[in-house]
Structures are given as structure tokens and as C-alpha cells.
């Protein structure tokens, strides 16, 4: 049986863009950097996790716009990662809503290129981790894995089934070095 949450249920409620700013913890607000510069920078750092940009679609979510990322691993497997700038209060028959969008989007562009960078230092310091798995495609479907966990939070089924009740699945050698 599903769990069906209270109405009452308490929510973070999502800050417009002009409401956060760097010392919020928003980092990018105030960018000058171009879409087309974020972009190339997201490209590359997409490439040190080992995967290469095949296409950006622009898009939007409700009222938030951004971009979808396709991408491959070098063995072909396929990756998305959909990006949607903070919701701007400014109305689109409003002078500056044009502006106020591109930065949005630049802004969440700036903190998705940052977050990247940070997978790959994770990348060389945790044995085994693989930065882009959340992003990555399951087969047969447009879901990512990281899709499927917020969706379902069932994560037994992305894991090999244990060969009896009191075993557990491990995988690799980690080496202690003592100095």
C-alpha cells in the first residue's frame, strides 16, 4: 500500500530568484558569465567524469525554465540531467522578464557546473564512486537512476539480491596503508 501524506504536511517552499543572493548560500546570482561559456564549462566537466554532451534542449517546468543535458559514457551508455532555474516573480509582460530569466538560468547553470566539479574531486578521493550515476539512463526507459530512487526510494532494487537472508553483498578490496 502506497503512503498517502496529510494535507497538513509541513513543505520548503521554493524562494524566487530575486529573493536569494549570495550571502543566502546562492551562489551564481550575480554570474557574468555567458549561457554559452556555463555551457562549454559544464561540457568539460561532464568530460572529466567521463561522459560527452551530445545535445542541450532548452525547456521548461511550469513556470521555470532551464535545460535538459544529454549525455553518453564512453561505452555508450546514456545520461540526462534536466536543469530548471528558481521560479522569477517578475511576469513575462513585464519589462526585464527576458533578463531576469537569463540569469535565473545562468544562475542554476553556475551552481550546476560547481556541482559537477565537486563530483570529480569526490571521483578521486572515494574508491569506486562513479559521480554521474544518478544522472545515468535506465535501460529501456527515459527514468535515471537517481529518478527512480526519489521516485520509488527503493534502492534494494538497484542492488544484486543476496544469495541467502543472513549474507550480504560485498564487492572489492580496500587496502589499509599505514604510514
Known sequence: ??????????????????DVNAALGWAGHSTKKTEEELMAEIAMAIGRLGG???RWVSGSLGERHGYRV????QGGASGKIEIIALPIRTKISSAGYETKKK???KMALFNLRNQLQSLWRMQQLIPGY???LPMMLMENTNNTFGQLWIEHMNVQSLLPAPRSNNEEVLDGIFEVVEE
Open 130 to 132: 562513479f559521480g554521474l
Open 70 to 73: 544529454l549525455f553518453n559514457l
Open 1 to 18: 500500500m502506497d503512503f498517502v501524506p496529510d494535507n497538513n504536511t509541513i513543505t520548503e517552499e521554493l524562494p524566487y530568484f530575486e
Open 52 to 54: 560527452m554532451v551530445n
Open 103 to 105: 540569469q535565473a538560468i
